[in-house]
């Protein structure tokens, strides 16, 4: 039984362990001479990192003793991890590599490969690190609505105040959903880093290209009047808005990429909620490789909020102005800031993709939602408002023309004790907007749709 524990655990930390990327000699032996670039320049801070890093460089003169005497039983008391069994639940959960499942199940028939995904606690987190990565220099465009991140006084930290437990019973919040990997911080993690200049009374940043997403363009910018910029975020389906990107629009969105030799970051957060048949990744543009990284978690379709789990793809064919492997970098920022997701957590990420009862569970789950959503859709439908959204989206777009979002957030909440979100709160082309949330209980939507009913009628 020992010994069965023993290879459980040598399996399940070999995984751990593994580099995110194979070695340098074997990457520059797969490296052809002309390789696809894009025109982004390689953030210079990256260079003045010194080569190597302390346990990856301890680990091969380690090997290389064990070469030199191969007899020897060498005794690790060098890294300080743990060495006593993984209980045998969460070890046979982790013995297949979450990273190849992803690959597998997530992006079948793409082209990307285990090596090319990267655990993560979550595409917050993810954006965050890749804005790192790409340092000040760069120039970014996102889309107009974006989400913030900005957390509901309603919320503290990772857990959701029920409602229903608190004195503020009569609430039903259907806009704001509890912090989770994919808030979009695209925005303010530029600030961050450097990447823009102050905002103007709009909310507006100098240095972002705004694209705008609104019914008249069909949520899709016209691209013919977006500036280059190095890198574009995008997201789809959308958060605020709901609308998910057609095959047309992808395609036309990595082809402006490609032609500008810029980097699509693709949050695709929401891509359970796409009914089948529609595309779900980038990666279902050919070329898309090339130009672009997505990032995604497993807070919106497997309930793994507070969990924090989620991954980022960063093909081997992308690559900077110089040639340089993107992932490299990436590999080099996370192994620097990012110490792994638990095991805990990778476990359950496991049990949600590997097995079709485990899609299945998380199809279910999402279906719940979905039907949430198509109840808000009908019935502000009815109501004879102009909705969007919540068809592959759990987020419902509703407009109120000729009115500002804040104004319609107070009426609904003084008069329906209904939270939702001033769409203006998600940048200046969400004015005249509110976002409604399905993400709640069946019987609190189908209350607040009563509440709508009779008070918007």
């Known amino acids: 039984m020992i010994s069965k524990y023993l290879l459980i655990f ?6 751990l362990e593994k580099a995110v990327l194979t070695p340098d000699v074997a990457l520059a032996s797969h490296v052809k001479t002309e390789v696809p670039r894009t025109m982004v320049t390689r953030n210079p801070n ?3 990192l010194k080569k190597g890093y302390l346990f990856p460089e301890i680990s091969i003169k380690r090997e290389a003793h064990q070469k030199k005497y191969p007899d020897a039983k060498i005794i690790s008391l060098g890294i300080g991890d743990t060495t006593e069994p993984i209980p045998s639940i969460i070890a046979s959960a982790m013995a297949e590599s979450l990273r190849k499942v992803i690959a597998e199940k997530v992006y079948p028939n793409m082209g990307i490969k285990d090596s090319d995904v990267f655990i993560s606690d979550g595409a917050q987190c993810d954006i965050a690190r890749l804005q790192m990565l790409f340092g000040p220099n760069v120039t970014i465009a996102v889309q107009d609505p974006t989400f913030p991140v900005r957390h509901s006084p309603l919320f503290t930290g990772r857990t959701q105040i029920d409602p229903a437990s608190s004195s503020c019973s009569i609430l039903i919040p259907m806009g704001w959903s509890p912090p989770a990997g994919d808030l979009q911080g695209y925005v ?3 600030v961050i880093v450097g990447q823009t200049g102050a905002a103007d009374d709009s909310g507006r940043y100098a240095g972002i290209a705004y694209m705008r997403c609104a019914p008249e363009n069909d949520f899709f910018p016209d691209l013919s009047r977006v500036p280059r910029t190095d890198v574009i975020f995008f ?3 959308n958060n605020p808005t709901g609308h998910m990107a057609s095959p047309a ?3 036309e969105l990595v082809d402006f990429a490609r032609r500008n030799g810029s980097i699509i970051v693709f949050d695709s957060a929401y891509a359970w909620y796409v009914s089948e048949g ?3 990744s980038i990666y279902e543009v050919p070329g898309a490789r090339e130009v ?3 990032i995604s978690s497993f807070s919106k379709f497997a309930g793994f909020t507070g969990v924090r789990l989620g991954w980022a793809v960063v093909p081997s064919e992308l690559r900077y102005a110089d040639g340089h492997p993107v992932a490299r970098d990436f590999d080099r920022i996370v192994c620097t800031c990012f110490n792994g997701a638990s095991s805990v957590a990778q476990a359950g990420g496991l049990a949600s993709l590997a097995t079709e009862e485990g899609r299945d569970a998380v199809r279910r789950v999402v279906g719940v939602y979905k039907e949430n959503a198509r109840v808000l859709v009908d019935t502000f439908a009815s109501l004879g408002k102009e909705v969007y959204g919540g068809v592959d989206s759990p987020y419902v777009w509703v407009r ?3 009115r500002r979002s804040w104004d319609v957030f107070a009426e609904i909440l003084d008069k329906m004790h209904v939270i939702t979100v001033p769409g203006s709160g998600f940048g200046p082309g969400g004015e005249g907007f509110v976002r409604v949330s399905a993400f709640n209980s069946k019987d609190r939507v189908l209350e607040a749709a009563a509440r709508l009913s009779k008070f918007l009628a």
């Open 235 to 237: 997201c789809s389906p």
């Open 10 to 15: 040598s399996l399940v930390k070999q995984f």
């Open 400 to 402: 109120f023309p000729g």
């Open 278 to 280: 529609k595309p779900r």
């Open 46 to 48: 990256m260079e003045k």
């Open 292 to 294: 672009a990284i997505e």
């Open 188 to 190: 303010d993690n530029g």
């Open 249 to 251: 629009q992808l395609r």
